[in-house]
């Protein structure tokens, strides 16, 4: 199975992310897609780093090629897009106006990293 991890803090969950398939189609089976929380007020304890940077590191140890990671809210995400700039990711592209929440369309913007090899091999 794919990665599913949770942070405690004080024995209550502050976080977790999970690594799913990007796509049930097998041309993106080297594709995974990131999600992760931190509880509000529960930022800038290291608690993002850390669940990111061991979910990275265990989807390395498959045969997976490329992570994405989609942000909802897009630009005015500010947290979320920093942990991912920070483990590497980049913006690959933006959805305009595909959320719908608070009254407001939404944008969400998709940043992707590669995994071990990326694309400079082929898979096995």
């Known amino acids: 199975g794919l990665p599913w991890l949770v942070a405690l803090w004080r024995g209550a969950i502050v976080g977790y992310c999970y690594a799913t398939f990007y796509r049930p189609r097998p041309a993106y089976r080297y594709t995974l897609e990131e999600s992760i929380y931190v509880e509000s007020g529960m930022g800038g304890r290291g608690i ?18 490329q992570m994405l990671a989609i942000i909802g809210d897009g630009h005015n995400n500010a947290g979320s897009l920093a942990i991912h700039k920070k483990f590497g990711f980049t913006v690959a592209g933006q959805l305009r106006s595909v959320g719908y929440k608070m ?5 969400t913007l998709i940043m992707q990293r590669a995994l071990g090899d990326g694309d400079w091999t082929l898979p096995e």
């Open 103 to 107: 009254g407001d369309w939404r944008d």
């Open 48 to 65: 993002g780093s850390a669940l990111l940077s061991r979910l990275i590191a265990e989807c390395e140890k498959g045969p997976w090629r």
